[in-house]
């Protein structure tokens, strides 16, 4: 007597689904790979020896009260604020490249224009980045018959309030950044099993 193991039609149909779903992720994985150069992640700024420290300092003072009241007075900020971005020990289930806490300094908006942010002793945006390793296995890598996992670049949205020099004028802007690193469970149907019959 043989055993002879068949997929089903369905299953056939939701394999094929997995197969999409997969080069689907992957693609999206290639594409929402995070750019570090020059102290910049994408468009968000640690490090910026350009800041206009003078500049903003006179603008805040001269702009509205609104503005000292709510955020209060203009700090000096160092033009290397931040160390080096590193990637720390973890237990995580995805590897990281990066993960660090991050006082922004600067963001890189349309037509590369670059914003500064406005550094009060009440206003000092900090976000938490990271950033998914080269690998895109989570851990374990143990391979299932029924499941793939892959690691996926998360990102979020802060609203911040940057001084534009070319309007001289504060104004808030939305960027988005690297804020995780997610594991992400790909599920396929387990084959059926069809008896032939003696």
């Not at 910049?40 to 009241?69: Q, V």
């Not at 808030?172 to 599920?187: A, I, K, N, R």
Request: glycine fraction near 2%; proline fraction near 4%.
């Amino acid at each position: 007597m043989t055993v002879e193991v068949k997929f089903s039609s369905r299953s056939t149909i939701m394999k094929r689904f997995l197969v999409i779903a997969v080069v689907f992720i992957l693609f999206s994985i290639t594409e929402s790979s995070v750019k570090h150069e020059n102290g910049c992640l994408d468009n968000i700024c640690y490090k910026d020896n350009t800041y206009p420290h003078k500049e903003i300092e006179i603008m805040w003072k001269s702009s509205s009260n609104k503005l000292t009241k709510t955020f209060g007075d203009i700090q000096h900020v160092s033009d290397n604020e931040n160390d080096e971005l590193v990637s720390k020990a973890t237990c995580e289930l995805c590897p990281t490249s990066i993960r660090s806490k991050v006082q922004i300094l600067s963001i890189i908006g349309d037509n590369n224009m670059r914003l500064y942010i406005a550094r009060t002793s009440k206003y000092h945006p900090e976000i938490r980045v990271e950033v998914c390793g080269d690998e895109a296995k989570c851990n374990p890598k143990d391979k299932r018959d029924n499941y793939e996992t892959f690691c996926q670049q998360q990102t979020s949205t802060i609203s911040l309030l940057a001084y534009n020099k070319t309007s001289k004028q504060f104004q808030t802007h939305q960027v988005d950044y690297p804020s995780g690193c997610e594991c992400v469970l790909s599920v396929s149907d387990p084959p059926t099993r069809n008896i032939p019959k003696n």
